[in-house]
């Protein structure tokens, strides 16, 4: 591919801007994003909202206006309420997915510009190298060779070879080697688009979403159930039709938790704007319930445990002698590669400054983690040079000979020998190692993998990667929060044994690429939770390793920037990477990185685990006291000569209870839950459920029993009573609940959530006691009712404080 032949292809910066009016955004599926108003008219397709509505509408009819009134006005305000915090958190979490984007190099006006993929249109010319995503479906102009992965198209795994004219699909990825190509077709008229569509939706939903799913389908028959009962009892024994539907649908606004879409989604985006302070770009909100999950962390060494600052510090031949040759030869494949670019051809082109113009370059053959080596066939007045460099143990297995002292002679076993003395002494002084071989051919045609043979060893370059001086720190700090690390690294276990004692890192048990090809899963299975090393390991290893830690029952992050990176990225529980990645593995991440710092990471794990704690919150809540409360009302009504509470004062106490949870999403977590990573448990749930919700049931009967069967207050002032006591009972407990076991006096709840609580309560009071009153069929409550309210609650908190710490000795949610 010359420059010369490129500057003729692509597209005017005008033509492209006509084409993309034209073809629109090359997103694979349109974004569906609501206008305004549609969206908040969605919010009514609730058939609960819709019947209440109607409902509204008859009372109005029937001539009871001010239920009516009540009625309306609290739905469009729930309504709203949802809406507005609902809009402001999508608007949030797009805000930040803009920060991440994946871009392409793009003839535009004969110049070669990055831009943002979908930005690309028909007719626009792009190079693509090693890592690169395919940006939409086209044919190949010029290649050498070049490999693609289709396994989003087709489920292979293995790369494809193309040749000029071959077609290129969207949702490929280059996995070796450099081409250009012309885009045919972008957006939804790609072939991956049409794929992409079909499964539109169908994205594995996370355990969490599994677990919620669980929740709410449990919550539907508990309602469903419940106000069925109530609605037949009352109409046959007591009410007339009309108040018993009322009644009955108040009651399942009460027991629903509507909010709880809009409580994960405050919690999620609240979350990924403190993890975004802390240099952690979400992609993906559902996946912060896996981040603060997270037990294991598989990661490479460079820039997480090292400080990616890769320096030559000697080159030396197979004997540990200093060779100009093997800077040189290093110095020509590193200027010549144009395919994968690793960090070592940085550092050999950054050491020294060689003047290489009497060479020229011929035919490349790329690297790839087969081989795990690459090669420059280069041009010479001394003939056709064939340079191949890459991991020592792989190079030296196509030399035949070796130089020392200007000399070659074939590599005999005591040689060998001597050699990999050799470079296990560097690896073990901490070096990262490339070896280096040549081979003259009597050739200028393009070069094959099968020329690699018979090469000639002259030595090996070595590169210092030193170790974060802050990881041990670090590292410390993971143990302490229960994140164990595992290191899955390309090099070899010497070198990375170094890097982890210079760190402090405690290595169970080292494993090698070679050994676990020899393994069966179940033998592989039994030795991963002794193992910290995994060493010279392909990309398919890291992948079984990861498969088979979540089979173990952990819940699994893999931290990558490679291409080698992407099926592990996909497998993972929680994939991270960061900014600087190559495409496949910022477009595969999860959370992107602004720095390769494990020291972000644990803070956005930390982030993650807060985040999970306050949406545990608000589950409990709806467990405990509310349901409990919805229980005790669906009782009463039927023991009761008359509704414990009107249709139009359930909503209101349901209004008043749900703002008041509006804030659980800034509520600040206690440090002892923030050490451990959990998994929402269904199980647990319902035993929580069963544990708190009846000793709220508990209470409520006892207040019924003071209030009518005691103090013989009227049906108003009974309702205003109980009003009263379900609001504070409700929304108070959150105070004793937010904790697991730490006692209430010794962790308060922030300042929002103690506003928002004692807010809702004073409205209830402002409600009951002032003009409103009558407006709701409120009474006027004696002073011994009011005294008799504010005992029962205070007893109510003191024996769920008890309990909880008799529940969290017996399991943990």
Not at 307 to 316: A, F, G, Q
Not at 516 to 521: F, G, P, Q
Not at 548 to 555: F, P, S, T
Not at 652 to 663: A, F, M, P
């Amino acid at each position: 591919m010359t420059e010369a032949k490129n500057e003729k292809l692509g597209l005017t910066n005008a033509q492209a801007r006509r084409r993309l009016l034209k073809y629109g955004y090359n997103d694979v599926i349109e974004t569906k994003r609501f206008a305004s108003v549609l969206a908040l008219l969605s919010r009514f397709k609730n058939p609960l909202v819709v019947i209440l509505l109607l409902a509204a509408v008859l009372s109005g009819i029937l001539g009871d206006k001010t239920s009516a009134v009540i009625i309306v006005s609290i739905v469009l305000f729930s309504t709203m309420l949802d809406f507005v915090n609902t809009y402001k958190s999508d608007k949030a979490a797009d805000a930040l997915k803009s920060r991440v984007r994946v871009e392409a190099a793009v003839y535009r006006s004969g110049k070669v510009i990055e831009l943002p993929v979908r930005l690309l249109v028909p007719g626009d010319v792009v190079q693509l190298k090693a890592g690169d995503v395919i940006p939409g479906d086209g044919k190949v102009l010029t290649c050498e060779h070049y490999f693609v992965n289709e396994s989003a198209l087709d489920g292979e795994s293995f790369p494809k070879a193309k040749e000029p004219d071959a077609e290129l699909f969207m949702g490929s990825s280059t996995v070796s080697g450099m081409a250009t190509m012309t885009i045919t077709a972008t957006g939804r008229g790609t072939k991956f688009s049409k794929i992409a569509a079909s499964l539109a939706g169908a994205e594995p939903p996370t355990e969490f979403d599994r677990e919620i799913k669980g929740f709410s389908l449990l919550i539907i028959r508990i309602t469903f159930g419940l106000v069925l009962f109530v609605f037949l009892v009352n109409t046959l024994l007591k009410h007339n039709v009309f108040d018993s539907l009322l009644f009955s649908l108040a009651l399942a606004v009460g027991l629903t938790p509507e909010l709880l879409p809009m409580i994960i989604t405050l919690t999620l985006t609240k979350g990924s704007l403190a993890m975004a302070k802390r240099g952690v770009i979400v992609k993906k909100l559902a996946a912060i319930e896996n981040f603060g999950s997270m037990d294991i962390l598989c990661t490479d060494k460079t820039g997480t445990l090292t400080e990616d600052r890769i320096e030559v510090i000697k080159y030396v031949d197979g004997f540990g002698e200093e060779s100009n040759g093997v800077l040189l030869n290093a110095y020509l494949g590193s200027s010549f590669e144009s395919g994968f670019k690793s960090p070592l051809d940085d550092a050999i082109k950054e050491y020294r400054h060689l003047s290489i113009a009497e060479y020229s370059k011929l035919s490349e053959i790329p690297f790839d983690f087969e081989r795990r080596r690459s090669s420059v066939a280069v041009k010479h007045e001394t003939g056709t040079l064939l340079i191949t460099r890459g991991a020592p143990e792989e190079v030296l297995k196509i030399c035949t000979k070796y130089e020392h002292d200007g000399t070659i002679d074939e590599i005999s076993e005591e040689a060998r020998e001597k050699i990999l003395e050799q470079f296990k002494t560097l690896s073990q002084d901490g070096y990262r190692v490339l070896g280096v071989a040549t081979r003259k051919i009597d050739r200028d045609t393009p070069h094959e993998i099968s020329d690699e043979n018979e090469m000639t060893l002259l030595g090996f370059v070595a590169f210092v990667d030193p170790a974060k001086k802050t990881v041990a720190e670090t590292l410390r700090q993971m143990h302490d929060n229960n994140i164990e690390i595992k290191i899955l690294t390309g090099d070899n276990d010497l070198v990375t044994q170094k890097i982890a004692s210079d760190i402090h890192l405690h290595v169970k048990g080292i494993l090698t690429g070679t050994e676990i090809e020899a393994m069966s899963d179940e033998k592989l299975s039994g030795l991963l939770d002794q193992t910290t090393i995994f060493a010279r390991v392909n990309p398919e290893q890291k992948l079984r390793i990861i498969q088979l830690l979540q089979k173990a029952g952990h819940v699994v992050g893999y931290m990558g920037d490679g291409i080698n990176d992407a099926p592990s990225l996909r497998a993972a529980d929680t994939s991270i990477s960061v900014n600087n990645a190559v495409d496949i593995a910022k477009d595969t991440a999860d959370f992107i990185l602004m720095h390769k710092s494990l020291k972000d990471l644990i803070e956005g794990i930390i982030e993650g685990r807060r985040t999970f704690a306050n949406t545990l919150k608000y589950l409990k809540m709806a467990l405990s006291s509310n349901f409990g409360n919805m229980f005790s009302m669906a009782g009463a009504s039927i023991l009761l000569p008359f509704l414990p509470m009107l249709a139009p004062q359930i909503l209101l106490n349901n209004l008043l209870y749900d703002t008041s949870q509006l804030t659980i999403p800034l509520d600040s977590v206690d440090p002892q839950e923030l050490q451990h990573p959990h998994v929402l448990s269904m199980s647990a749930l319902k035993k929580f459920m069963w544990v708190f919700g009846p000793l709220s049931s508990l209470f409520d009967f006892i207040t019924f029993f003071v209030l009518y069967g005691v103090l013989h207050l009227t049906v108003g002032q009974f309702q205003a009573g109980w009003f009263v006591e379900s609001i504070a009972t409700q929304v108070l407990v959150i105070w004793v609940l937010r904790t697991t076991s730490v006692p209430l006096i010794q962790s308060w709840p922030n300042r929002y959530v103690a506003l928002t609580t004692l807010a809702a309560i004073a409205a209830a009071c402002v409600v009951v006691f002032s003009g409103l009153a009558y407006y709701f069929k409120f009474s006027a409550l004696p002073y011994a009712a009011t005294i008799s309210i504010a005992s029962i609650v205070l007893v109510y908190l003191v024996a769920v404080q008890l309990c909880k710490s008799m529940f969290y000795r017996w399991i943990r949610l």
